[in-house]
């Protein structure tokens, strides 16, 4: 079982310009750690960064990943040990195929197929929360909503047998009550799978819901890197500082059980 | 992200060399008869089919004229009946399209029919019918292409008017209180026109090919006359013992086809608002 | 007293056709609502409510296929009435400068000349704290949040009594959700302009309405004042409040059964 995976030294250039400076990350199984930071901080670039998925024009140098200590390539990690999930599901689907072809393609590249394939899918939709599984497998993006194209994003990485998955602001494009199902099933799913998850979100609250770790990104640099409570409480970095402002003038007096 | 202006970056090169390019045809066409070292049409049966020399650079054909001036010279007739075909295509494409998308109901339903009966056609089988009505000759030709292409822009404009007239910012102007003329005129059709220029700039090559290809079969300029299709048309005989006398005006065809494709590219780029977007951040 | 007043509204869609069978799906049904002026109300809904539908039938830009909705105020409409879009990129005309659409209103519901038009421009981009030079820029060279003050500006640039806010913070993060909010109140203050807040998000009303009603199975469930300790009854309504996000993080070990109370002392 793998139980962490490090970056180290991530440095992420375009032309002379620095967008991601040295940062380093360390995610455990059963643990969220949350990477904060405003628009433009360098943090979404961060985790194309580390499976290199990086836009023409961006190079990475010097970056390391280590997988329980032993050095990995991130092209044996994309779509195995580690999945992307993105805050616009439909454009992360092919949209005339429909999701069980996604679903048994995925299952494909780990040497599943028929009746085997077919249960574990079943299975696998249940566990995320899709009930009507026939009905959704039939389905193409454009015609599921965006949190149940979320859904079916964590499933084919539980398919794909992944421990470790990086959410780009998976809920941002979610109204409350999908993000917090959504919010609910990661957690879930880090406590029973064990799975080890960087969640990348501008909001607090989230934060607050549901991580552990905080690594908070200003200027492509991580600036503070805390226990979630020990961020809440006391909060070190002008970054943190702001993100918290915002987030408890929105909050603090408000009436949520 | 800052990425993708990098991306922005490496295609202005690409868009620099079409602006050149196209300057560069621009100057043939205008300033043709003046560049070329000889005369055009001048025949001198001694200097026929000369190789490439100082005299003649690009060497002579059957006739002893010179391949360099010719190409020059044809320059002119060549873009100038492409842009002529485009004019024409874009302001029947603008005028009929603009209409049915605006107004609507049974006018649109009535243009739209129009435009389905010249669609059916293949555009040559459709431009050989109309030549075979009109006549042969360049004017003809350039009518014939002309009414051959006008219904599929005809019909982009219209759903271009129809996509427009949803947009978030047509509707901030009817709430901003502007009439339904001024929602046109300000939104709708400077929106309309600059994509339709991105997308002509990108034909202007194919409607090129249609010309030279219907003066190759002998219907539109005939030959004496410098024209590129004319060329190949004259230089076809030869096409086993001098073949490069096809190959210098196919190369302009190209050159110009090329030149205005990376023209559409550049024109897109500045005018297409999603890419803006992305290039922003 | 009642500055628009919304009676018994039905409106639907047709969907389906290429995949799946053409059905009407009723958006609406028997919807009642009273707008007062110079209130703050929020509009509560989850996705596919119908508050969009809602903002669109209030502001005439459809019409409804039942029922009434009557403004009681001084005509002309749209100079009493205003809205604010959520995609701020696209509710600008990518061709032309901020400053020639945030002036549009002016130039059609106003006699001002361009001079004067100029010069409430540059106020209204310091109003929402934009700079003199962004008059000139094009859509595409603003941030988001640039862009959504710049829509803000053109929504009170005729000096509205109420401007509709369609999910208009949904796209920002927090802390831009923030300032714009004090921003608002701050013309509130000054101007006394109504809002009618849509959003999904109830902590967003919570910290900027005085009323709040919620959208749910086309009607209102709810229609409550803005309090600390306002608790929803109906089961929807409820399910939105309940997804409002802590204020702070729970305590690890214990995660799933500590009682909320408890923590708030943490």
């Known amino acids: 079982m ?117 249960q574990l899918i079943q299975a696998t939709l249940h566990e995320v929360g899709l009930h009507d599984d026939q009905r959704v ?17 964590i499933a084919l990485a539980l398919l794909a ?34 799975l080890g998850v960087l969640l990348i979100t501008h ?20 600036v503070e890197q805390a ?6 409480n006391a909060p070190q970095s002008q970054e943190a500082r702001t993100l918290l402002a915002a987030h408890h003038s929105l909050t603090m007096e408000s009436c949520a059980p | 992200m800052s990425t993708l202006a990098a991306v922005y970056t490496g295609k202005k090169n690409g868009a620099r060399i079409g602006y050149a390019l196209v300057a560069l045809l621009l100057l043939m066409a205008l300033f043709g008869p003046w560049l070329a070292p000889y005369d055009a049409t001048l025949v001198s049966l001694d200097d026929r089919l000369l190789p490439a020399s100082a005299s003649h650079w690009l060497g002579t054909d059957h006739l002893g004229r010179d391949v360099l001036s010719r190409l020059i010279v044809g320059t002119q007739l060549s873009l100038g009946s ?56 360049l004017t003809n030709v350039i009518i014939a292409i002309a009414l051959s292409h006008w219904a599929w822009y005809a019909r982009m404009v219209r759903g271009m008017v129809l996509a427009q007239r949803n947009r978030d910012y047509v509707l901030a102007s009817r709430l901003a209180g502007a009439s339904r003329l001024t929602r046109l005129r300000q939104h709708v059709m400077p929106n309309v026109v600059g994509q339709l220029l991105v997308l002509a700039s990108m034909d202007i090559g194919h409607m090129m090919l249609h010309v030279s290809g219907l003066s190759f079969l002998g219907l539109g300029v005939s030959p004496p006359t410098p024209e590129w299709g004319v060329m190949i048309n004259d230089a076809k005989e030869f096409i086993w013992t001098q073949p490069q006398l096809l190959l210098w005006p196919g190369l302009m065809i190209f050159i110009s086809v090329m030149a205005f494709n ?11 608002p999603s890419v803006l977007a992305e290039i922003k951040e | 007293m009642s500055f628009i007043q919304v009676r018994d509204l039905e409106h639907g869609y047709s969907a389906g056709g290429l995949f799946s069978k053409r059905h009407r799906v009723q958006v609406l049904s028997g919807l009642n609502l009273d707008l007062h002026e110079g209130q703050s109300l929020g509009l509560l809904g989850g996705s596919g409510s119908g508050k969009s539908t809602l903002a669109r039938l209030l502001m005439g830009l459809e019409s409804a296929d039942r029922g009434s909705i009557v403004f009681k105020g001084q005509p002309p409409f749209l100079q009493r009435v205003q809205m604010v879009f959520q995609d701020a990129l696209s509710a600008f005309n990518p061709q032309r400068s901020i400053g020639w659409s945030i002036a549009e209103p002016l130039r059609h519901l106003s006699d001002m000349d361009a001079a004067a038009c100029r010069d409430r421009v540059e106020q209204l981009l310091q109003q929402v704290q934009l700079e003199a030079r962004d008059i000139d820029k094009l859509p595409a060279q603003l941030s988001g949040g640039q862009l959504q003050r710049a829509g803000i ?10 401007i509709i806010l369609d999910e208009a913070l949904s796209n920002l993060d927090r802390v831009l959700q923030v300032q714009i909010l004090d921003l608002l109140a701050q013309v509130r203050h000054e101007s006394g302009t109504g809002f009618l807040l849509i959003t999904h998000d109830l902590s967003l009303v919570q910290r900027f309405c005085q009323r709040v009603v919620v959208l749910a199975e086309g009607k209102l469930v709810e229609d409550l004042p803005v309090t600390a300790q306002m608790r929803f009854t109906h089961p929807a309504a409820r399910t939105l409040q309940e997804a409002v996000l802590p204020a702070m993080p729970r305590v690890r070990t214990v995660r799933d059964h500590v009682d909320a109370r408890t923590l708030e002392k943490l």
């Open chain 1, 2 to 118: 793998k139980q962490t995976l490090t970056i180290r030294d991530l440095t992420l250039k375009h032309r002379q310009r620095t967008l991601v400076d040295r940062v380093e990350l360390t995610l455990k199984a059963g643990q969220v750690h949350a990477l904060v930071g405003a628009s433009g901080s360098g943090k979404s670039l961060t985790s194309l960064g580390i499976l290199d998925l990086l836009p023409p024009g961006v190079h990475s140098s010097g970056a390391s990943l280590l997988l329980d200590g032993q050095a990995v390539d991130a092209a044996q990690l994309r779509g195995r040990q580690v999945a992307l999930v993105l805050q616009n599901p439909r454009s992360a689907f092919n949209p005339v195929r429909s999701l069980r072809q996604h679903a048994l393609e995925t299952l494909h590249a780990r040497g599943l197929q028929g009746v085997e394939a077919e």
């Open chain 1, 137 to 153: 497998l039939d389905s193409f993006a454009f015609q599921l909503s965006g949190g149940m194209l979320q859904r079916m994003m």
């Open chain 1, 161 to 194: 047998d992944s421990r470790f998955l990086l959410a780009d602001e998976p809920t941002s494009d979610l109204d409350v009550v999908a993000q917090a199902r959504f919010l609910d099933l990661l957690q879930r799913l880090v406590e029973q799978r064990n």
């Open chain 1, 203 to 222: 909001d607090m609250g989230v934060v607050a819901r549901c991580a552990d770790q905080v690594s908070v990104m200003a200027h492509g640099r991580i």
């Open chain 1, 227 to 232: 226990d979630v409570h020990q961020l809440f």
């Open chain 2, 82 to 137: 492409v842009v002529l075909v485009l004019g024409l295509v874009l302001v029947l494409g603008v005028v009929i399209g603009g209409i049915a998308g605006i107004v609507g109901g049974k006018v649109d339903m009535f243009l739209m029919r129009l435009c389905d009966m010249f669609l059916t056609f293949p555009t040559l089988v459709l431009a050989f019918f109309l030549i075979a009505l009109l006549g042969t000759g």
């Open chain 2, 262 to 272: 990376l023209l559409g590219d550049a024109l897109r780029d500045r005018l297409d």
């Open chain 3, 153 to 162: 500006a053109r929504a009170m640039a005729i000096g509205p009594q109420l």
